[in-house]
């Protein structure tokens, strides 16, 4: 009877044993199998493009949109399309403020014009050799603060269209833009009648075909 019940403690210890083991082992394949979706979620989400990145992006810095593109054979092109009206500005600004000052010499009373060749550029010493020259001078002036102004226009133009592009490759990232055009022609019959057709099927990327059926 002893030898009996010692049988059977064992057989029971041996069943709970093999019960926890399998529930621990549920359990484990279990939470492995939720970390595991969870981390392709993180990932998917990760790895997904976004557009509005793409255009946050070029605001504050030119090129920094096609970089997030990937498109980095662009950022050259970006920043020599504003480069060029900055160059410009700062060319245009620094002989507005020289002409202005000459201006401001040759139209104080009397004429300030003592030592004048050590206090303006070279190029400016026309006008004060020759007083008769003013409004020309005038003119040089308006025109530099013309350019200087069109300079602007161009910066924040190209800025714009930098932020266009970025935006434009952001949404065309993920869009089927494969070279894969094939076309078929297949004889059918037309639904609710006995005659004869064509269907053409185009075949674009990976995207569904579509049939085009004539008789």
Same mark, same amino acid.
């Given at each position: 009877?002893?030898?009996?019940?010692?049988?059977?403690?064992?057989?029971?210890?041996?069943?709970?044993?093999?019960?926890?083991?399998?529930?621990?082992?549920?359990?484990?394949?279990?939470? +492995?199998?939720?970390?595991?979706?969870? =981390?392709?979620? !993180?990932?998917? &989400?990760?790895?997904?493009? $976004?557009?509005?990145?793409? %255009?946050?992006?070029?605001?504050?810095?030119?090129?920094?949109?096609?970089?997030?593109?990937?498109?980095?054979?662009?950022?050259?092109?970006?920043?020599?399309?504003?480069?060029?009206?900055?160059?410009?500005? +700062?060319?245009?600004?620094?002989?507005? =403020?020289?002409? !202005?000052?000459? &201006?401001?010499?040759?139209? $104080?009373?009397?004429?300030? %014009?003592?030592?004048?060749?050590?206090?303006?550029?070279?190029?400016?010493?026309?006008?004060?050799?020759?007083?008769?020259?003013?409004?020309?001078?005038?003119?040089?002036?308006?025109?530099?603060?013309?350019?200087?102004?069109?300079?602007?226009?161009?910066?924040?133009?190209?800025?714009? &269209?930098?932020?266009?592009?970025?935006?434009?490759?952001?949404?065309?990232?993920?869009?089927?833009?494969?070279?894969?055009?094939?076309?078929?022609?297949?004889?059918?019959?037309?639904?609710?009648?006995?005659?004869?057709?064509?269907?053409?099927?185009?075949?674009?990327?990976?995207?569904?075909?579509?049939?085009?059926?004539?008789?």
């Amino acid at each position: 009877m002893r030898a009996l019940l010692t049988i059977l403690f064992f057989q029971l210890l041996t069943v709970t044993v093999c019960a926890q083991t399998k529930d621990t082992t549920i359990v484990d394949s279990s939470s +492995i199998e939720k970390a595991s979706a969870k =981390k392709a979620l !993180s990932d998917s &989400l990760k790895s997904k493009h $976004s557009p509005r990145k793409a %255009t946050i992006r070029s605001l504050i810095l030119p090129g920094w949109g096609q970089a997030y593109n990937k498109k980095y054979w662009k950022i050259p092109i970006v920043y020599t399309a504003i480069g060029i009206p900055i160059g410009t500005f +700062i060319y245009n600004k620094k002989w507005y =403020k020289e002409t !202005s000052k000459a &201006l401001e010499m040759l139209s $104080s009373t009397p004429p300030d %014009t003592i030592n004048y060749k050590n206090r303006v550029d070279e190029q400016l010493y026309y006008f004060f050799e020759n007083p008769g020259s003013t409004q020309s001078l005038i003119n040089a002036r308006n025109s530099y603060r013309k350019n200087m102004d069109y300079s602007i226009l161009f910066v924040l133009v190209f800025w714009g &269209l930098n932020v266009v592009d970025a935006t434009v490759d952001g949404h065309l990232r993920d869009f089927d833009v494969s070279d894969n055009l094939s076309m078929r022609l297949k004889p059918i019959i037309l639904s609710g009648s006995t005659t004869a057709g064509l269907s053409v099927v185009f075949t674009i990327g990976s995207k569904p075909a579509k049939n085009i059926s004539s008789r």
